[in-house]
């Protein structure tokens, strides 16, 4: 079956985008893990699959590199509106979110309604009841986290330097901690004044990724409930910067770059 794709991706966080709304398509773990392989596939963090909808313009579905589905990816969201060719609203497991094009051609941003976070400790989820601002949970030498739901589940540990702290061994070990019973992304923040943040992401299936748009979400609303920083936050990732508008009680509003790099083909009875 030849499918025609395309490689979108914002701050670095990238994507293997496929049309299904004529031509539907059955996504499987194999086959998703199949098209992120950088060596025999595509190759990306996620594949996303725009659809149809009864509820807003289209639909998307989010595959991890490992293959399983997420609810919600803020990055992906702000590819969408490049990929239909106008400002759309998308229908996601979280949701619906709304995102708009800004900006001029040399300098494109997009903008992402990402809705209202939430903070109870069954909607992230956690195994059972505990404080989610601060966690009295934590591993090895790490502070106390804070959690918050963006459509996906979020922990945040706010620390002094970054260089300290191990990603790529911290990270799966606190991503399917039994605390955790859907898995979770794992946040390492530092603050850097008073309305910016540095951030490293272990995404839950993915691994470590250059940006994280539901991470640099939910990061920037735990540092504004923390009051380590003000509104709107400038979150800087390895792959660029995002802005994070939020004011408690309102939708999270998250801006930044994003970039269609190419079209192709793809026959997908060769991959699995």
């Known amino acids: 079956m030849i499918r025609a794709f395309s490689k979108m991706q914002g701050l670095g966080n990238d994507f293997v985008v496929i049309d299904t709304r004529e031509a539907p398509l059955t996504m499987t773990a194999p086959l998703a893990r199949a098209l992120a392989d950088r060596k025999t596939g595509v190759g990306c963090d996620q594949v996303i699959l725009i659809g149809n909808s009864t509820q807003a313009n289209v639909s998307m579905r989010i595959f991890n590199a490992d293959g399983s589905e997420v609810e919600a990816c803020g990055n992906a969201t702000r590819c969408v509106p490049l990929f239909v060719g106008r400002d759309v609203t998308v229908e996601t497991q979280a949701g619906i979110l709304s995102a708009r094009m800004g900006g001029t051609d040399a300098d494109l941003s997009v903008s992402v309604d990402m809705g209202v976070p939430r903070f109870e400790w069954e909607a992230i989820p956690l195994a059972y009841a505990m404080d989610t601002l601060m966690m009295p949970a934590s591993w090895e030498n790490l502070p106390p986290p804070a959690a918050v739901n963006v459509g996906n589940p979020h922990v945040i540990f706010f620390v002094d330097d970054l260089a300290a702290f191990p990603l790529d061994r911290l990270g799966p070990i606190i ?98």
């Open 175 to 272: 991503e399917t901690d039994p605390l955790f019973p859907a898995r979770v992304n794992v946040n390492f923040a530092q603050v850097t004044g008073p309305a910016s943040l540095r951030l490293i992401v272990w995404e839950r299936g993915a691994g470590f990724t250059r940006a994280c748009g539901t991470g640099a979400c939910a990061t920037a609303v735990a540092a504004l409930r923390r009051k380590l920083a003000s509104s709107p936050v400038t979150v800087s990732l390895p792959g660029g910067d995002l802005v994070i508008d939020w004011t408690p009680g309102g939708t999270i509003q998250m801006t930044g770059p994003a970039a269609h790099v190419f079209d192709g083909t793809i026959d997908l009875d060769a991959l699995v």
